[in-house]
């Protein structure tokens, strides 16, 4: 499957360290790698439908650690996953009357298109479930065969990972049992199924049913793919046994990212499977939750079909933190697109205040964390003062206008 297009980077004089992140698993924040290559996945959509602006500030967040290692002179092996075969999209082609793979193929696509708008550097290796069955049924297979999975003995064929044979299940959400099968519940999982060894085991394979799609899968009988072994086969096969980050929204943190950190764990040996697991938190609209079930989502394309300029809404999605909860609003739209405003007429003054003094106030705090919010008050602050006259450094505006594209993805 084919990424979107990138766009060129520009290179900036000296270098920043590797950012430090906020670890879900050690609850702390630590310093990311600093050898010469970072390996990243991030869990990509599921498309049935189109990008929304929670999609948009995960991807920013994840956009931000790869142009701050970049910026460090590490070389970035990033992967993202579509999840073009799941419930969701072939209940909402059911609903529509409309062929699943049409759907997947539109809503990807749509996706691409806003991922480019959005200027977010595109993955080395953009890859749909569909196209990994294969090797998803091959390690299924081998979970089997070493006593971590079993098949239910119901006839369906579905297959199931035993948490049992993962001792360290836990770790990285540090949720109680009682949390974890609630979310279980609210986030696809089957807790209530009879048959499994153990209410939390999540699902590897599903056997074939009447009307769905289904794939050979060898010793498993015709089928489709689990979500959390997806994550964790296309990983594995492109990075390695280990990887530096393990991305997404803080959604994804239980079932998805500890079911497929334990998968990835029993097949290889290794642990953990990433040294950070990061999550970016939750956008809603106006005070409530934006879900899907509310009919509430903001889509980039209908903002960017009414003429928004997608910086703008970049901007609006960096005021706050990567990992809160944070409201959409007409408030924080409008002060995206005045801040838009105001740091490309600086972009383009006479002179300013020091651009290398700028520059590394930006690398300081964009790699504490991905302070945004800090991030984007410096250059305020920048603005302000060129756009009063302040400063003497001619060279200054050029170098502010490229630090912004190359460690905010923001183009004047």
């Not at 196209?131 to 079993?150: F, K, N, T």
């Not at 609630?182 to 048959?195: F, K, M, N, T, V």
């Not at 029993?266 to 040294?275: D, N, Q």
Request: glycine fraction near 12%.
């Amino acid at each position: 499957m084919d990424a979107w297009t990138g766009h060129d980077v520009p290179t900036l004089p000296g270098k920043s360290a590797p950012p430090a992140l906020f670890d879900s698993a050690r609850r702390e924040i630590a310093r990311t790698t600093a050898g010469p290559t970072a390996s990243m996945y991030v869990c990509g959509i599921t498309p049935y439908d189109a990008t929304h602006l929670g999609h948009a500030a995960t991807m920013i967040t994840f956009d931000l650690v790869q142009r701050l290692w970049r910026d460090a002179g590490i070389d970035v092996r990033y992967v993202q996953n579509v999840t073009d075969i799941d419930d969701p999209l072939l209940e909402r082609a059911t609903r529509d009357g409309e062929d699943w793979v049409v759907l997947a193929m539109r809503e990807t696509a749509l996706f691409r298109e806003d991922m480019e708008a959005l200027r977010i550097i595109p993955p080395a290796h953009y890859v749909g479930a569909v196209e990994s069955i294969p090797r998803i049924a091959a390690h299924v297979r081998e979970l089997v065969a070493a006593g971590a999975a079993y098949q239910l003995g119901d006839g369906t064929g579905d297959v199931y990972f035993a948490i049992e044979a993962a001792p360290a299940f836990g770790y990285e959400s540090h949720l109680s049992r009682e949390d974890m099968l609630r979310l279980s519940a609210e986030r696809g999982g089957d807790p209530e199924r009879p048959g499994k060894r153990d209410p939390l085991d999540p699902l590897l394979w599903r056997g074939a049913r009447d009307g769905e799609p289904a794939w050979d899968g060898g010793d498993l009988g015709p089928g489709r793919p689990g979500w959390h072994i997806e994550c964790a086969t296309i990983a594995l096969g492109l990075l390695g046994s280990t990887i530096d980050v393990q991305g997404g929204g803080n959604d994804l943190l239980y079932p998805h990212h500890e079911c497929s950190a334990a998968h990835a764990e029993r097949l290889t040996g290794e642990a953990p499977f990433a040294a950070h697991y990061v999550h970016a938190g939750m956008i809603g609209l106006d005070g409530e939750k934006m879900s899907k079930s509310k009919g509430n989502l903001v889509f980039v394309s209908r903002l960017r079909g009414d003429g928004v300029d997608p910086m703008a809404v970049r901007l609006g999605l960096m005021t706050g933190h990567y990992r809160s909860d944070r409201q959409w609003t007409d408030d924080v739209l409008k002060a995206g697109e005045q801040r838009l405003a105001r740091w490309r007429e600086a972009a383009v003054a006479p002179t300013g205040p020091s651009g290398d003094g700028l520059l590394a106030a930006l690398r300081e705090a964009l790699g504490n964390d991905l302070d945004t919010p800090a991030a984007l008050a410096l250059v305020d602050a920048w603005a302000e003062s060129a756009l009063a006259g302040g400063g003497t450094d001619p060279a200054a505006p050029a170098l502010m206008a490229q630090a912004v594209d190359a460690l905010l993805g923001i183009r004047l």
